[in-house]
């Protein structure tokens, strides 16, 4: 009956209850495991508590090196910048250098000014010592190169990079271990980003990209057998950021695992979702679209005839641009059980768009989206409701249309002001005798990312 | 209910395991709830056995674990849920606790807890002197001054004027 016999033993002793060592007693992995949430600095002094402690730092495979410390400490003003650099960067050298020789798992570095021919110093470290791990806070204002030799290419599983500055990344080969990579305030050349995104990697499963630049690509393909989330945020293909048109590529998206597909940013040249029938949930909201964007972009992510792959996806959030134009781009044959409208603030100082947003024509009159309206969705959120006869109109043929909706939660903006107005709603007609409409609060439902930056316009005049 | 498997005959059906702790005391767990911990599945694989004895977990920790292995295999709870069931789990409990209960999810292999747990000892620990981590969890200085001071002599690389808060 002792199946115990194959369960591993516990290495402590039983709990005694008299006076005892509350902490040295635990194995070696376990404090490890402990101490890997410590800054780097507090796991080397842990070598004066006792005898017991002299070396357990040397052996802790996650190191977090943090220049804060260093700098709060070291401030001098005469030397304001380089002594706290110094300092920190002597302290990283003898970690590493008086360790045990022991493999080291994970190497993150928090440090406001770094210094790029340290930093890749220390990743030609991280490439002998098989790291899996890596992640970069910070930043710096430097052209150099970040330069990710073969060997680490091959052995590392994540990687975090979260910089200030858009510092250029090269990579010598593609990333044949790595799951998930988070890239913020990088610029991706083209050979590395085909690297990294369109093929080799086979085991990425999380792709992250936040403010960065691909550049010199006519068409920017992320071919992922494995991706099961995909998000780009504010991703742009020329200098400016914060330009009209700033993505000037097209996004293929090839993965047939993905789960949840999020985009941000600036109106696409192209788009294309293939093969990705796992698609669970989307998200679309663009960003700074320029005035005249029907005419001149005509195949971007707007038209509909473009939303090919969205077709088996369970859900789907959009933004007020994408559904200013009276379509949500769902065809007949999307099963779509939920929807979700984030309508987004338009400033009064941008009332020509605003008037041009009132004076399109009637949601009724596109029948395109009906089938689907009708037959599929259960559930639809609208979100940030300022009560103007705009979006009134919107949920009024919502709810005309949705045969089978059981659900919708309509969040109003803050303000008693035209709160009636929806209240009125409950006794519009319905299409559906089951429909429950509820009022929730806004901040309870937020959705990360999607719904931050709220000042960005959607729309240019 | 039960994750699919392709081993077959053991997670066919939704079935129960009992588990006895060290104090001879007795928990019925579903087995989709004991096979988040990856030793139990492995027990579970190897044996018919549905009585599986921990000889090093006592009732307290035990129990513990198995409340959370229990919310964790339980499908009607969204990834949310468990997120804040994890948080609210670890906050406020003694040091000790977490201690035993680090201990216990190690030995059982339960990755997850283990990590959070660890966690939340580190947040306790954080950014402390020295004396006061030897003072808080009893750790007897076997040092002599001298000895104590060489080493803070070799490290200097170390050992700045940092000055820590002391709780």
């Known amino acids: 009956m002792q199946a115990a016999a194959s369960c591993k033993k516990l290495r402590t002793p039983r709990p005694k209850k008299y006076f005892v060592d509350r902490l040295s007693p635990l194995p070696n992995d376990v404090l490890h495991r402990v101490l890997s949430y410590l800054d780097f600095l507090d796991v080397v002094r842990t070598s004066v508590l006792s005898k017991r402690w002299r070396f357990v730092w040397t ?64 990743i030609r470290v991280a490439a002998r010592q098989k790291v899996q791990e890596l992640c970069f806070l910070g930043g710096d204002y430097t052209s150099k190169e970040l330069e990710f030799p073969r060997g680490l290419c091959e ?56 403010d960065c630049q691909i550049k010199d690509l006519e068409q920017i393909d992320i071919l992922a057998c494995n991706l099961k989330n995909l998000t780009i945020v504010n991703v742009c293909t020329c200098d400016r950021f914060w330009a009209v048109g700033s993505f000037d590529s097209k996004l293929r998206i090839c993965a047939p695992k993905l789960l949840s597909f999020c985009y941000i940013g600036p109106v696409l040249r192209g788009f294309a979702l293939e093969n990705t029938i796992s698609l669970k949930n989307v998200s679309i909201r663009l960003l700074r679209v320029p005035g005249n964007y029907q005419v001149e972009y005509k195949n971007h992510l707007l038209c509909p005839a473009r939303f090919i792959g969205l077709n088996s ?149 | ?23 001879g005391d007795e928990f019925l767990v579903s087995e989709s709830a ?12 190897e044996k018919e056995d549905r009585l599986i004895h921990l000889s090093d977990i006592d009732n307290k920790t035990l129990a513990m674990v198995i409340a959370y292995l229990s919310t964790h295999a339980d499908d009607g709870l969204s990834d949310d849920l468990k997120r804040s069931f994890d948080q609210e789990f670890v906050s406020g409990k003694e040091f000790d606790v977490l201690k ?38 009893d750790i007897q200085n ?24 002391d709780d």
């Open chain 1, 155 to 210: 052995t590392l599983i994540v990687l975090t990079l979260n910089l200030c500055d858009t510092i250029p990344l090269r990579v010598t080969t593609v990333f044949s271990s790595l799951q998930s990579l988070t890239l913020r305030g990088v610029h991706i050349p083209c050979d590395t980003a085909e690297k990294l995104l369109s093929n080799g990697c086979a085991k990425l499963e999380n792709i992250y990209l936040e």
């Open chain 1, 313 to 461: 996806a369970k859900s789907l959030t959009l933004s007020t641009l994408v559904v200013k134009d009276r379509k949500f781009g769902l065809s007949r044959d999307k099963k779509l059980p939920s929807l979700f409208i984030r309508l987004k603030e338009i400033p009064w100082s941008r009332r020509k768009s605003r008037k041009a947003l009132e004076n399109r024509s009637p949601w009724k009159s596109r029948i395109e989206d009906i089938a689907c309206l009708s037959y599929n969705v259960k559930f639809i959120q609208v979100s940030n409701l300022d009560g103007s006869e705009f979006v009134l109109e919107l949920v009024k043929f919502l709810l005309q249309n949705g045969k089978v909706l059981q659900k919708m939660e309509i969040m109003h903006r803050g303000g008693e002001r035209k709160q009636k107005n929806f209240k009125e709603l409950i006794t519009l007609p319905k299409a559906s005798s089951e429909v429950v409409i509820s009022f929730p609060e806004y901040s309870q439902r937020k959705i990360p990312w999607f719904d931050r930056g709220d000042s960005d316009p959607e729309y240019d005049d």
């Open chain 2, 34 to 45: 004991a096979v988040l911990s990856t030793s139990l599945k492995k027990i579970l694989e």
């Open chain 2, 100 to 137: 035993y209960l680090v201990l216990a999810t190690d030995t059982l292999q339960v990755t997850c807890l283990c990590y959070t747990v660890a966690k939340k000892m580190a947040d306790i620990m954080k950014n402390k002197l020295v004396e006061w981590v030897r003072r808080e969890f």
């Open chain 2, 1 to 23: 209910m039960v994750t699919t498997d392709e081993k077959g005959p053991l997670t066919a059906k939704k079935k129960s395991v009992i588990i006895r702790s060290c104090d």
């Open chain 1, 59 to 122: 052996s802790v495979p996650y190191l977090n090196f943090n220049m804060d410390w260093f700098l709060k400490y070291n401030y001098n003003e005469r030397f304001e910048c380089l002594e706290p650099q110094i300092k920190f960067w002597d302290f990283i050298k003898w970690s590493l250098l008086l360790r045990d020789g022991s493999q080291i798992i994970k190497i993150c570095m928090y440090s406001d000014n770094m210094m790029i021919d340290q930093l890749n110093g220390l």
């Open chain 2, 142 to 165: 076997d040092y002599t001054p001298e000895a104590e001071a060489e080493i803070r002599r070799l490290d200097a690389w170390a050992w700045d004027d940092r000055q820590l808060e």
